[in-house]
């Protein structure tokens, strides 16, 4: 077997049932992947609440937008129609 060289990837030795050389760390390493996951789950949930806020804080804030944006349209559409009922009453000297 040839020496390693210095920057050389670690390689764990397995004996020939297939056992790692470290496998009493197994057990501390799936309980960190466990604990790892359970916080990843926990955080998920945090943020699907929050988004779900989120979404209907925005629903909230168009649609007063556009309330306020209707009753404005609204107010320019009778404006003009007005202005151009005047007009036409102007225009055939019924004014």
């Given at each position: 077997m040839a020496t390693p060289h210095k920057h050389a990837p670690h390689v764990e030795v397995i004996d020939r049932h297939g056992a790692s050389a470290q496998h009493s760390n197994l057990p501390i390493k799936v309980a960190v992947l466990e604990t790892n996951v359970d916080?990843?789950?926990i955080e998920m949930n945090e943020l699907k609440t929050e988004f779900r806020e989120f979404r209907k804080e925005?629903?909230?804030e168009i649609m007063a937008i556009r309330t306020h944006d209707f009753r404005l349209?609204?107010?320019?559409?009778i404006t003009v129609a007005i202005g151009v009922a005047?007009?036409?009453a102007k225009g055939f000297h019924w004014i």
């Open positions: 916080r990843l789950q925005m629903r909230a349209l609204f107010g320019a559409i005047a007009l036409m």
